[in-house]
């Protein structure tokens, strides 16, 4: 019997660590005419529709889904918080050859930009809108850029 409830609870426990929380669409808009945009942004939120619930002290995966119009084997990220001025979000990866894009990104192939989120404990429960860029390292050329909102819960 003890056995067998030591098996539940190791079970449940498994299911709640590799469930999460199951990636949907997300809406974005245009960071500005000359930036090109991706097809399609998955995220894992803690909510099923509306702006995207993020949970405070836990990782939420962004999957971004484009056509890149250039080449690139050095390719940066950057996602910073569109505050009254931008202010970049604590300690991300910037370089997104290591791990988070399969490099180089070659021109007119399907890609996928794939980054966990990891949301820091100090932040204020709030609605914040986000910019979120992949540029060519070398040249500064835009990729891809997209603005959604998040919501940390
Ligand atoms: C990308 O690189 C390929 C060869 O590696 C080349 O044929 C193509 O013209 C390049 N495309 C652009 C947009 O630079
Ligand atoms: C971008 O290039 C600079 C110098 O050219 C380099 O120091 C930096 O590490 C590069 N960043 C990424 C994300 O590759």
Redesign the pocket.
Do not use: L, V
């Given at each position: 019997m003890k056995v067998a409830w030591t098996v539940v609870v190791v079970m449940v426990a498994l299911v709640t660590l590799t469930e999460g929380f199951p990636p949907r669409r997300i809406l974005f808009g245009r960071c500005s005419p000359d930036e090109p945009v991706p097809r399609a942004v998955f995220m894992t939120c803690a909510n099923r529709h509306g702006v995207c619930e993020l949970r405070m002290g836990q990782s939420h995966n962004l999957r971004a889904i484009f056509r890149s119009q250039i080449n690139s084997t050095?390719v940066?990220s950057y996602v910073r918080w569109n505050s009254f001025v931008e202010l970049p979000l604590p300690e991300q990866r910037?370089?997104?050859?290591d791990g988070e894009i399969q490099c180089p990104v070659i021109a007119g192939q399907l890609t996928d930009f794939t980054y966990s989120l990891h949301i820091k404990n100090f932040w204020l429960r709030n609605e914040y809108p986000v910019i979120w860029s992949l540029t060519d390292?070398?040249t500064d050329e835009p990729i891809i850029c997209f603005k959604f909102k998040i919501n940390i819960v």
């Open positions: 050095d940066n910037p370089d997104a050859c390292n070398e």
